[in-house]
């Protein structure tokens, strides 16, 4: 081997070892925040833990969650709520749909990646006459989150005793099943499902 390869090793390895020295306390931390997250997810994340089998580590789960379709917001006025959207902040929104089975009038707002739904009670009985009581101003109602499979999704969550809102999947204002998870047992939260 000539000298001048045999510098360069020499400098190579001189190189390397400062930097890892350098280098290793970081990859400590990214490492115990890593385990940290990991322990905290359910049993079906943590398949790259080296202290189970590698048959725990593959998810039972049949479904998986999607995007978020919507962030809906109550709103004790539909029409000063839609031109706020239209007319100040320049999104397209959609025409005011009723649904009576809901108890709710309805408006989305598109976004760049999904959308607002703006609610408004439709009936004494509107489950958004009641929120709006409570919240004069209106305010967040629900977030909805697509699953790939609602009907697993259900009987997934039913075991995990996720409380829900309603026997059976309903018609939600996309025409598409949904479902409606207890909001005390999703860290207060009143999540929607959608299938996608």
Known sequence: MDASVTQSFAELRVFYFENIEMAAPLLKVVVTRLSRFAQRCSPAVRMFSSSSPPSHGVPTVLWKLGRLNHVAIA?????KATALYRDVLGAHVSAVVP?????????????????????????????????????KSGGMHHICIEVDDINSAIGDLKAKNIRLLSQEPRIGAHGKPVMFLHPKDCDGVLVEIEQA
Do not use: C, M, R, W
């Open 75 to 79: 709103v004790p006025d539909l029409q």
């Open 99 to 135: 649904l009576p089975e809901h108890g709710v009038y309805t408006v989305f707002v598109e976004l760049g990646n999904t959308k607002l739904e703006l609610l408004h009670p439709l009936g004494e009985k509107s489950p958004i006459a009641g929120f709006l009581q409570k919240n």
